[in-house]
C-alpha cells in the first residue's frame, strides 16, 4: 500500500511477512523431509563437488584439457564414494558376525546390571523392560537391519554418483553464467563465500578428522577392542557431525572393550577417547579452523538437530555446509541484514578473513587519503 505526501509503505505488514516466511519454511521442510532419500543425495553431490571444482581450475591452469580435468575430478568423486560405501558394508558385515561370539558376555553384564538395579529397588518388570531393547538379540536384529537397508539403498548410491557426475561437468560454466547475470552481482558473492566456507570447513574438518581416526584406531588395537578399523571409520565419519559426533564415536567401541575386556578396558576407551578428541577436536582443530565459517556454535548446534530431523543421518553430517547455504542465500546477498549476519557468526561478528579484508580496505582507503589531506591543507578542519 502506499502511503500520503508521496512515500511508500511496505507492501505487506512486517507480522504477515513473518507469518508467511515461516508457513514457506515449514512447507519446505516436509517437502524435504518426505523426499529426503532424492534430496539427502542430491545435497550430498552438491557439497562434494563444491569441494572439488577448485581442483578442475588448477589442473586447466596447468595446460591439462577442461574434459580431462574434469574426468580426473569425477573419478576422485565418484571413487571415494564407492571406497567408502564399500568400506561401510563390510564393516557392519563383519560387526554382525562378531557380536554373537560375545553373546555370553553381554548377558552376564546385563545380569549384573539387573542385579544392580534391582538392589536399587527398582521393580524386576520395568529393568526387563529397560534392557530389553539392548539386548544381544535385538542389537543383532537391528544391525542386520541396518546392513539390508544399506544394500537397498543401491539406487540412493546410483543417483548420487549421476548427479555428482553432472554436476561436476555443469560447474565448469557456472561462475561465468552467474557473473554474466545483470543484478546477480551480490549473490554471486554469496554463493562464492558459501563455496570458499564449504571447502575450507569439510578439507579441514577430514584432515583432522582422519588424524582423529587414525589415533583412535590405535589406541583401540592396543587396548585389543575388536574391529578397532570400524571404529576409526565411524571417528572419521562423527567428526563431521558438531558438538555431538565425539559422544556417537564413543559409544559403540566403548561397549565392546566392556564385553571383551572388562570394565577396565571399556574405561581406558574413554579415557583415551576423551584425551585425544579433546586435544585434536578441541584445542588445535578450531586454531586452523576458527569461526571462518560464519557460525555460532549454537547455530552449528541447531542445525544439526534440525538438518537429522529433515535428512536423517547424512543430514547431521551435512548440517553445517547446508546452513552455509541457506544463510548465503537468505541473508548473504541482503545488503540490509547485516545485524543478521553478525548474530549469525556468533561472538566474533564474521570470519577472520572477512574482518581482515574489511581492514586492509580501510588501512587502503587511509593511504590514499592522506597525501590529498597534506595537497590541500585548506581542506583541513581546526
Known amino acids: ?45 552438491l557439497v562434494l563437488v563444491v569441494v572439488v571444482h577448485p581442483l578442475i581450475g588448477a589442473l586447466v591452469r596447468r595446460g591439462m584439457r577442461t574434459g580431462l580435468a574434469i574426468g580426473i575430478a569425477v573419478v ?13 558394508v563390510v564393516s557392519l558385515g563383519r560387526l554382525v558376525t562378531v557380536l554373537p561370539d560375545y553373546a555370553d558376555d553381554w548377558e552376564k553384564t546385563l545380569d549384573g546390571v539387573r542385579s544392580t538395579l534391582a538392589g536399587w529397588g527398582i521393580g524386576k518388570q520395568q529393568v526387563d523392560q529397560l534392557l530389553h531393547s539392548i539386548s544381544p538379540q535385538t542389537v543383532i536384529s537391528a544391525l542386520g537391519d541396518v546392513l539390508a537397508g544399506v544394500a537397498r539403498s543401491t539406487g540412493g548410491l546410483v543417483l548420487l554418483l549421476a548427479t555428482a557426475l553432472f554436476m561436476t561437468a555443469e560447474s565448469v560454466g557456472v561462475p561465468q553464467r552467474l557473473a554474466a547475470v545483470a543484478g546477480a552481482e551480490r549473490l554471486n558473492e554469496a554463493l562464492n563465500g558459501f563455496a570458499r566456507n564449504t571447502r575450507r570447513y569439510i578439507v579441514v574438518t577430514s ?11 590405535i589406541a ?41 575386556g572388562g570394565p577396565e578396558t571399556a574405561v581406558l576407551v574413554v579415557v583415551l577417547y576423551c584425551l585425544i578428541n579433546f ?11 576458527g569461526d571462518a565459517v560464519g557460525m555460532s556454535v549454537t547455530l552449528s548446534f541447531l542445525s544439526v538437530i534440525l538438518w537429522t530431523v529433515v535428512l536423517g543421518p547424512m543430514g547431521a553430517i551435512l548440517a553445517v555446509p547446508l546452513s552455509l547455504l541457506v544463510i548465503a542465500v537468505v541473508v548473504g546477498q541482503d545488503p540490509d541484514r547485516p545485524w543478521a549476519r553478525t548474530l549469525l557468526a556468533g561472538a566474533s561478528g564474521g570470519p577472520p578473513r572477512e574482518r581482515h579484508r574489511t581492514k586492509a580496505k580501510r588501512a587502503a582507503k587511509a593511504e590514499q587519503a592522506a597525501p590529498a589531506e597534506q595537497a590541500d591543507p585548506a581542506g583541513q578542519v581546526g
Do not use: H, K
Not at 584432515?207 to 584406531?217: K, R
Not at 563431521?240 to 567401541?253: E, M, Q, S
Not at 586435544?279 to 579452523?289: A, E, T
Open 220 to 260: 583401540l588395537v592396543v587396548l585389543g577392542v575388536p574391529l578397532p578399523f570400524l571404529w576409526g571409520l565411524l571417528s572419521f565419519l562423527t567428526n563431521f557431525v558438531p558438538n555431538i559426533g565425539f559422544i556417537l564415536g564413543l559409544a559403540p567401541p566403548t561397549v565392546l572393550g566392556l564385553l571383551a
Open 279 to 289: 586435544v585434536v577436536q578441541s584445542v588445535i582443530q578450531p586454531v586452523f579452523v
Open 1 to 45: 500500500m502506499t502511503g500520503g505526501g508521496g512515500g511508500s509503505g511496505r507492501a505487506l505488514p512486517l507480522w504477515l511477512l513473518a507469518v508467511l516466511g515461516v508457513a514457506g519454511t515449514a512447507v519446505a521442510l516436509w517437502g524435504m523431509r518426505t523426499y529426503s532419500g532424492l534430496v539427502a543425495p542430491v545435497l550430498l553431490a
Open 76 to 88: 576422485l568423486v565418484e571413487g571415494g564414494l564407492i571406497a567408502f560405501a564399500l568400506a561401510i
Open 207 to 217: 584432515i583432522f578428522g582422519f588424524a582423529v581416526a587414525v589415533l583412535d584406531t
